[in-house]
């Protein structure tokens, strides 16, 4: 059965529109009440509801649709008939969730303060964990019908047909799902599991007492997560970014052993699961539901852990330009050049949708469509959250979120979650809502080649050095934060969770050793790894919230690597084909497991090359860098 949202509710060149009429360009608004942006750079929640009153009135229909699927509880064997109808029932729940959800998450998102919105979403929670307990039966009595008769039911009932991968999968994983009492009680789990996050987070965020530091200027500053890395991407002093460093590091060595024993609480939840349902490893509870083959994770880590010379090449490059003695981690972002070019949002509009031109005629209109509507929040607001996210409603379509400010950073932002959005709308378009969402492992796959499309044609349109540096370092630059780093995360998870796994002692010092190990492993004599950043584990938010995850960003990554270059080398034919193999693969949904689905399009994540092919990519960036770099004056 698809999961419902559950626990899990968890992106200068003008293009010339379809209708001969150029954009005009307004610029960023000055002001941050979100009352006095412009209506058209705001979300409208009405294609989800009108009102509130709507809202409450499908929040009753969906409980009382709820409790009329949990009465269904012992039919599935009537036959047929009866199998179809409770899917029928689920996605009616499924569709109205998204709706219920997502009309307080949206607002909340772009009003944080309001504790109105925030009552409201919660309670959209506790009614989707009643309903994930009173449904545990499910899939234990659907396993009960033998598979040769469920089989037989898909043959002779054509409305089961787009429900055959949701219900056979079950079969695939059979040995994993435990009798209704068994399932009932890791449901029951499920309300305190979250505990170890749900402290992560407190810890992290609500009791959290940041430093205060006086910097070289005399600006004394308190470092939050947002000002430290204020003071690591613009402040030139490298004395100045050590201190920042030093305190902001220290916040974290401070309250390690804590950070430590939740770490431990989370993998002890983890592998406490993956035994409960008769997983070897963790790993393997963690990607079994996708089918994803544990050997994806271990060829990725090896290959890449081989192939860190480019990172090393980039590390001493950057050192070399910025005329540093020596280099550190903290010095990583800091600009070499600087840049004046700014990227108003409806330009940036235009220049992204130019950039996916070589994706066809139809999909451009409707992505000239989705930009031109109401369904994305541009700009910053008091209250807002930060960073840039898109959130699908299946039946209307998807949300964006941004916060932009103009600059090349932000231009690249749109063209990363514009690919989300139109991979949201080309699946919605094409699967039923059973087969509509897309996997993690796809996910950011449409992103970040949207990505190399609008880094593609700014390069083909400037022959200045400096200009055509900075747009090579931006590609390098997420070669190094999508590809190497979460590559070194998932090393570190992986050696953390085989801890757990042998009942070894997880602490403070055993953590701190793994991580700056693989700092030293990655980054060789490149870069001074200073002691203090032993500590970085206790800071990255996806090991706590996500275990096992970060991985999927370096084969997403190295799965556009590939397609892009599919679709834009080579003969005509070639191309075009790959294009159409790609199209299909947004348009696939999750209609078939994942590795499938990359094969299909011309991927495969099982072989070293598929991987090799990025840090191949990765040493003629920088040689292109370091080419560009002998030409500016």
Aim: glycine share 6%; proline share 4%.
């Amino acid at each position: 059965m698809k999961k419902l949202l559950l626990g899990a509710l968890a992106a200068t060149v003008h293009l010339m529109l379809a209708s001969g009429a150029v954009a005009a360009s307004a610029p960023k608004p000055s002001t941050q009440n979100r009352a006095e942006i412009p209506a058209q750079y705001r979300w409208d929640f009405s294609p989800i509801y009108a009102s509130w009153d709507e809202w409450e009135a499908a929040m009753k229909a969906i409980e009382a649709k709820m409790d009329a699927f949990a009465a269904r509880k012992g039919t599935l064997k009537n036959g047929p008939a009866a199998l179809l109808g409770a899917y029928l029932a689920h996605d009616e729940i499924g569709m109205l969730e998204y709706k219920v959800y997502r009309y307080p998450q949206l607002q909340r998102d772009v009003e944080t303060r309001n504790q109105e919105v925030a009552g409201r979403f919660q309670r959209v929670g506790a009614v989707f964990a009643k309903f994930g307990t009173a449904t545990a039966w499910f899939t234990p009595e659907l396993l009960k019908i033998p598979q040769a008769t469920m089989e037989q039911w898909i043959r002779d009932t054509p409305a089961l047909a787009p429900y055959k991968f949701t219900i056979l999968d079950n079969y695939r994983q059979q040995q994993h799902v435990l009798d209704e009492q068994g399932e009932r009680l890791l449901s029951y789990a499920s309300r305190f599991n979250q505990t170890p996050t749900a402290t992560f987070q407190e810890l992290s965020t609500s009791d959290i007492k940041f430093p205060k530091v006086t910097l070289s200027d005399g600006a004394a500053i308190t470092l939050t997560p947002g000002t430290y890395q204020s003071v690591l991407q613009t402040n030139h002093n490298q004395a100045d970014r050590a201190k920042a460093f030093d305190a902001f590091i220290g916040t974290y060595a401070a309250t390690a052993n804590t950070y430590a024993a939740i770490y431990n609480g989370v993998m002890q939840k983890g592998w406490f699961t993956a035994q409960a349902r008769n997983f070897p490893t963790t790993l393997d509870a963690a990607l079994d539901g996708h089918a994803i083959p544990p050997a994806v994770v271990s060829t990725l880590v090896e290959t890449v852990r081989a192939g860190t010379a480019p990172l090393q090449r980039y590390a001493k490059l950057r050192k070399k330009l910025l005329g540093l003695e020596s280099y550190h981690l903290y010095d990583g972002s800091i600009p070499i050049y600087k840049t004046t070019a700014r990227y108003p949002y409806d330009d940036a509009k235009q220049t992204v949708l130019q950039s996916v031109a070589p994706l066809g005629a139809d999909y451009t209109a409707k992505y000239q469509k989705f930009l031109s509507g109401q369904q994305i929040d541009v700009y910053e607001n008091e209250g807002k959250r930060s960073g840039a996210n898109v959130g699908g409603v299946y039946g209307v379509g998807p949300y964006m979120l941004l916060n932009h400010n103009d600059t090349q950073s932000a231009l690249f932002t749109l063209a990363h979650e514009g690919g989300h959005a139109m991979h949201t709308i080309l699946s919605y378009e094409a699967q039923p809502f059973v087969t509509a969402d897309y996997t993690i492992f796809v996910a950011e796959v449409a992103s970040t080649t949207n990505e190399r499309f609008l880094l593609n044609q700014l390069l083909q349109t400037t022959t200045d050095p400096k200009e055509r540096f900075l747009l090579l370092q931006h590609a390098v630059d997420s070669i190094v934060g999508t590809f190497y780093t979460q590559v070194l995360f998932a090393d570190f998870e992986l050696q953390a969770h085989k801890l757990v796994e042998a009942g070894k002692p997880v602490t403070a010092a055993v953590l701190n050793r793994i991580y700056l190990q693989l700092l030293k492993d990655y980054y060789g004599d490149a870069v001074t790894v200073d002691e203090a950043y032993q500590y970085t584990w206790s800071r990255i938010p996806h090991f706590f919230n996500s275990p096992y995850y970060v991985y999927q960003y370096a084969t997403c990554f190295a799965s556009s690597a590939k397609l892009f270059k599919d679709m834009t080398t080579g003969e005509p034919a070639a191309r075009a084909a790959a294009t159409q193999r790609y199209l299909a693969l947004l348009r696939s949904g999750g209609n078939d497991h994942p590795m499938v689905q990359l094969q299909k399009a011309g991927v495969d994540l099982s072989r070293r090359e598929t991987v090799q092919a990025v840090i191949d990519q990765m040493q003629e960036l920088v040689s292109q860098m370091e080419a560009e770099a002998a030409r500016i004056r």
